[in-house]
């Protein structure tokens, strides 16, 4: 009985230190568990809802019975994925010549392993589901990223202060899962578009590469960034906003990863057939770009110039002047809208860099996506897809209610513009005006969305919270960055 009572005593006298000296409760106590203990619980309904809610575009798409009437009624597109079959696998040649080397290397390897009996039912059951495991792999990863490993509350704090602190995270939780819900899964583009073509597999390589420089894993970011760059151009876009943002020390021997990754995947193509490899780079160059009213993009008005300027200069020159020879090696003029394009696009994203360089650098990427959707001399629609994850990341601190549900409304606005713009392609080109009409709203809203990204506040870091930092007071701009000066800080990436 003695015995009993020291235990007792012992007891009541460890909890009575225990309340003097709170320590961490994680494993006993879930309400007092840092955000990404308490919300693993959301992690598999996100990739449950992720996965049902790519089902109905792949049954749209799969079913020859939906998509012919679709089509033929309401001018709707098929889609990538049917045209890489309908057009070169069902005829026996391996690959699309349109895309790069690493999208003909996936085809190529269908056409060697596919079954003699493959039909189109088959091969979309196939390509789709590949599709939908990046998909759920870039869901996983943008979760990570949004509730990583932290501190719990309450580890420190008690009382009236723990509580506060308890109901600022669990708004701050509810906020993040309603954009990973808003600005991904139940996205416009998300739903109808995410199965249009071999997107799904860029954006993960984009976002797993985003995630390892967040984690200053600079040299494997780089190397999935290449690979990423071998499917599509997309995540070359951030290697100018990695190369600045790393340290010093490493940003030279990142981007030799990058060309040794990218050269290693790519030079075999280029030996065996140089006009294989190169034939998409100069299709997309020279010849996909707007040319009238009756496609969705507005650099078809600059198509129609240069036209104008190149038959205006044929006339206007002497032949045989220094003018006159410029003039012929520029000719046919409307070839040089892609280029045009990526002079508009880079002067824009080195002016944006160097503006607004104390952004957090999801707000930075997210600036330099929506960018390009802006200067891109032709429209896809799955291109909004890659302005998503950054949506999704970017910190953004409205300050009102109003100013926050205009911005959601605006980005459905233009995602939902985008979708109508291909659902009813084929019966639009025969309304140029109403085209045009859906295109230029369209961009009117990306343009408030890059505002508001441009002047929206963002949260300083709290103690406990690594995902929407304090951005750096003096961070140097790109053009600022000079031998002997510091890279600017990570303290902006979410971790």
Not at 114 to 127: C, V
Not at 246 to 260: D, T
Not at 329 to 355: A, E, H, N, V
Not at 372 to 401: G, I
Request: aromatic share 18%; charged share 20%.
């Amino acid at each position: 009985m003695p015995s009993n009572k020291k235990k007792k005593t012992a007891s009541l006298d460890n909890k009575k230190e225990n309340k003097k000296n709170p320590l961490p409760v994680r494993d006993k106590n879930p309400d007092k568990q840092g955000a990404s203990s308490k919300d693993n619980r959301n992690l598999p309904y996100l990739m449950l809802f992720g996965f049902l809610a790519l089902i109905p575009q792949y049954l749209i798409r799969s079913s020859r019975d939906i998509y012919y009437p679709l089509s033929f009624n309401l001018g709707t597109y098929p889609g990538d994925l049917w045209y890489c079959w309908d057009h070169y696998l069902a005829h026996g040649f391996p690959f699309p010549r349109e895309y790069p080397a690493g999208i003909q290397t996936i085809f190529m390897i269908i056409h060697r392993f596919k079954p003699q009996n493959l039909d189109y039912n088959g091969y979309m059951i196939g390509i789709c589901l590949f599709l939908a495991i990046f998909a759920l792999f870039t869901t996983y990863l943008i979760y990570k990223m949004l509730f990583p490993e932290s501190p719990g509350v309450g580890e420190e704090a008690g009382g009236k202060a723990e509580k506060e602190e308890k109901s600022r995270n669990h708004a701050d939780h509810d906020n993040k899962i309603k954009k990973l819900y808003l600005f991904w899964i139940l996205a416009p583009s998300f739903l109808f578009y995410g199965l249009l073509n071999m997107d799904f597999l860029s954006i993960f390589t984009m976002v797993l590469a985003f995630y390892l420089f967040t984690e200053k894993e600079y040299y494997l970011s780089a190397s999935v960034l290449a690979l990423g760059t071998t499917i599509k151009v997309f995540p070359f876009f951030l290697a100018p906003l990695f190369f600045f943002q790393a340290e010093k020390k490493y940003r030279w021997g990142s981007v030799l990863v990058f060309i040794g990754c990218w050269l290693a995947f790519n030079l075999p193509f280029m030996i065996s057939n140089w006009s294989n490899w190169a034939f998409p780079y100069e299709w997309q160059i020279r010849e996909n770009y707007a040319k009238s009213a009756q496609d969705g993009s507005y650099f078809w008005i600059l198509y129609q110039f240069l036209n104008w300027l190149d038959a205006t200069m044929g006339v206007v020159l002497q032949k045989g002047s220094w003018m006159w020879n410029i003039h012929q090696k520029l000719t046919p003029y409307y070839q040089q809208l892609g280029k045009i394009s990526l002079l508009l696009y880079g002067g824009l994203y080195y002016w944006f860099l160097k503006k607004k360089w104390d952004l957090p650098i999801t707000r930075l990427a997210l600036g330099i996506m929506i960018l390009f959707l802006l200067t891109d001399r032709v429209y896809s629609p799955q291109y909004n897809l890659y302005m998503l994850p950054f949506l999704v990341l970017s910190p953004l601190e409205f300050r009102n209610e109003k100013e926050k549900h205009n911005f959601y409304k605006a980005f459905f606005i233009a995602d939902l513009l985008g979708v109508l713009q291909v659902f009813f392609l084929f019966k639009l080109r025969g309304m140029p005006v109403m085209m045009q009409t859906i295109v230029f709203t369209k961009y009117i809203f990306l343009i408030y969305l890059f505002y508001m990204n441009w002047v929206t506040p963002y949260k300083k870091e709290s103690p406990h919270s690594k995902t929407e930092p304090e951005a750096p007071s003096s961070s140097p701009s790109p053009a600022a960055i000079l031998p002997g000066r510091t890279s600017p800080s990570l303290e902006t990436a979410p971790r």
